[in-house]
């Protein structure tokens, strides 16, 4: 090695540049999340201060006809994100449990890289096979008048929120000591009991924050959603809302952003979704945190 | 509103009806609302909040094709065979007319508008000859697109 050969000012010199690139690199991710929040504050802010806050909780959303009322976009999200995260918690425990404890290893190997197929699987296309497929099955399974529902939005988030809460869940039941499932199994336990009632709740905290990764994924999605929830501003209140069309926050501004006055109240509302998309999300992944730092505090376990 | 099919009190199944409309911000949903919905009049109708607003024609055309309660407006040019047109009388009495180029261009068909093309001062170089071309061979283009040529 000539390591000692080398001058010592050069080697400092290329020390000091590398650490530089990589710090910029590490502090210019935070800088371009201020800026985006900053830019969205800017834009949006004037959004609430311009309408009246009893238009803003209004029930109609006619933006071009300065009724700017988000509560039907705000429930619309909420119910197409709770209605996936129901659907997809139950599927993606169970795939985990079954990938990490039941299946024997050949079939572990198969279905592993078939899951990160399914997370690359880009949401057009999810979204087309939901509005060709899926929504004339849902219409006439149903017996809804169109099968564009928030119920056939929340399917294919689902679908796509699946891989992230398999992936978590099963990182999550692989952290439960081998020795909690030796003991159960050896006091008499069944292989279904000792899942079921010692390993799932030894991981209890790790799949919670599956479930809000997944929530995050879900109300995030835009273009499966818009292409087929129908998109109708109308508030989901009543107990078939599920079957009916609605429509989201993330819908509303990808297909209104594209033809909307710059500097308009109707340009800042898109902005002041924005913001409250924003919140949230980050309200969300404040509570996958939280959870995620809990189980650190506990080592692992619950 | 009409909720339901059978509410218009004829023959035919008692189904509910799905109201298709473009975004808020395309120009036929404009349209559409200041001539059809309200009439051409000052008013402060709107589309039901029912509405299924579509991001595309081609999103209202699939919804059409797959489901029989379904009901929207689109283009001339996005209306395939598959689609039922439906027939519109500009008065109660009047004959139903269906839309084709020849009912639109004699004024027969009443849900139709004009698209314009604005230039700055008297159009030269490559604008006027886009425009010739537009006003020339491009009229044959439309015509086969299906959408209604010029009359002249």
Redesign the interface.
């Known amino acids: 090695m000539k390591f000692g050969a080398q001058p010592r000012a050069r080697a400092g010199w290329s020390e000091f540049a590398l650490e530089s690139v990589v710090r910029i690199a590490g502090f210019s991710t935070i800088g371009f999340v201020l800026l985006i929040f900053l830019f969205l504050l800017r834009e949006g802010i004037p959004f609430f201060v311009e309408v009246p806050l009893d238009q803003l909780l209004g029930?109609?959303?006619?933006?071009?006809?300065d009724?700017f009322g988000i509560l039907?976009l705000v429930l619309g999200s909420i119910l197409v994100t709770i209605a996936s995260v129901l659907i997809a918690l139950p599927l993606g425990v169970a795939t985990a449990v079954f990938v990490r404890e039941v299946a024997p290893s050949w079939a572990r190997d198969i279905l592993k890289p078939l899951i990160e197929v399914l997370a690359g699987i880009p949401s057009v296309v999810l979204g087309f096979f939901g509005?060709?497929l899926v929504?004339?099955v849902i219409?006439e399974v149903l017996g809804a008048?169109?099968?564009?529902t928030a119920f056939t939005g929340a399917l294919i988030l689902a679908y796509m929120a699946l891989p992230t809460v398999i992936s978590v869940a099963e990182d999550a039941l692989d952290a439960v000591p081998k020795s909690y499932r030796d003991a159960s199994l050896a006091m008499g336990a069944t292989q279904w009991q000792t899942i079921w009632r010692v390993v799932v709740p030894a991981a209890k905290s790790g799949i919670l924050t599956a479930v809000m990764l997944g929530m995050g994924r879900a109300i995030g999605e835009t273009m499966a959603v818009?292409?087929v929830t129908?998109?109708?501003?109308?508030?989901p209140i009543t107990l078939d809302s599920l079957v009916r069309?609605v429509?989201t926050m993330t819908a509303t501004v990808a297909?209104?952003m594209?033809?909307?006055a710059q500097g308009s109240i109707h340009y800042h509302a898109l902005f002041g979704i924005g913001i409250a998309l924003f919140v949230l999300t980050f309200l969300i992944n404040l509570a996958g945190a939280s959870a995620i730092f809990q189980k650190r505090r506990r080592g692992g376990l619950r | 509103m009409l909720k339901r099919y059978e509410d218009e009190g004829r023959q035919g199944e008692d189904?509910?009806?799905?109201l298709l409309s473009r975004?808020?911000?395309?120009g036929t949903?404009?349209y559409f609302l200041e001539e059809v919905i309200r009439l051409g009049e000052e008013s402060e109708l709107?589309?039901s909040?029912?509405?299924?607003?579509?991001?595309s024609s081609e999103?209202i055309s699939?919804?059409i094709r797959?489901?029989p309660?379904?009901i929207g407006y689109d283009g001339l040019g996005y209306v395939t065979p598959d689609q039922k047109m439906l027939g519109v009388a500009k008065d109660a009495g009047d004959p139903y007319v269906l839309p084709s180029a020849d009912t639109v261009n004699d004024g027969a068909y009443p849900i139709s508008r004009e698209l314009f093309m604005y230039t700055a001062g008297e159009p030269q170089g490559a604008v006027k000859a886009y425009l010739d071309y537009i006003l020339g061979e491009g009229q044959g283009l439309i015509k086969a697109l299906g959408f209604v040529p010029l009359t002249d």
């Open positions: 029930r109609y959303w006619y933006p071009t006809f009724r039907p509005m060709t929504a004339p219409r008048p169109t099968g564009l818009m292409m129908g998109n109708a501003a109308r508030m069309p429509r297909a209104e594209g033809e909307v | 189904r509910p009806i799905v975004e808020s911000n395309s949903y404009v709107l589309f909040p029912e509405t299924l607003l579509m991001p999103g699939a919804e797959q489901n309660n379904a």
